[in-house]
């Protein structure tokens, strides 16, 4: 089992900033991926951006490319997710998850088998 837990949510003016963490426990090492999602009310839950633990690549939903940013710190085990330039249709529940290959990062739900509980984020206009 792996333990997930975000933090780092909250309210921000449009153009802001917030960095989210997700501090992983348990036998991380099963886990080949660490990915944020998040879901706005009334919408479906949405790939937002994804990190191989082992090198490190990335990958990004078009949506956020340039403005959000992840990474992983091995040591701590735990991952971030920085954003930036925040948008009032950002607001969503934002969840972190492992799960994966080492074929590379998925975007879909269903290949990740971990969650955490999920952190609000919400963007004022």
């Known amino acids: 089992q792996v333990q997930l837990v975000e933090s780092g949510g909250g309210l921000v003016q449009a153009g802001g900033s917030l960095r989210l963490s997700c501090a992983a426990s348990g036998r991380t090492f099963s886990s080949y991926v660490m990915g944020w999602f998040r879901q706005a009310a009334g919408k479906e839950r949405e790939f937002v951006a994804g990190i191989m633990w082992r090198g490190g690549s990335t990958y990004y939903a078009d949506f956020v490319k340039g403005r959000f940013t992840i990474s992983r710190d091995d040591a701590k085990n735990t991952g971030y997710l920085q954003m930036n330039v925040l948008k009032p249709e950002d607001t969503a529940i934002y969840y972190c998850?492992?799960?994966?290959?080492?074929?590379?990062?998925?975007?879909?739900?269903?290949?990740?088998?971990?969650w955490g509980q999920g952190t609000q984020v919400t963007v004022s206009s």
């Open positions: 998850a492992t799960g994966g290959t080492q074929l590379g990062i998925p975007v879909a739900i269903g290949l990740y088998r971990f």
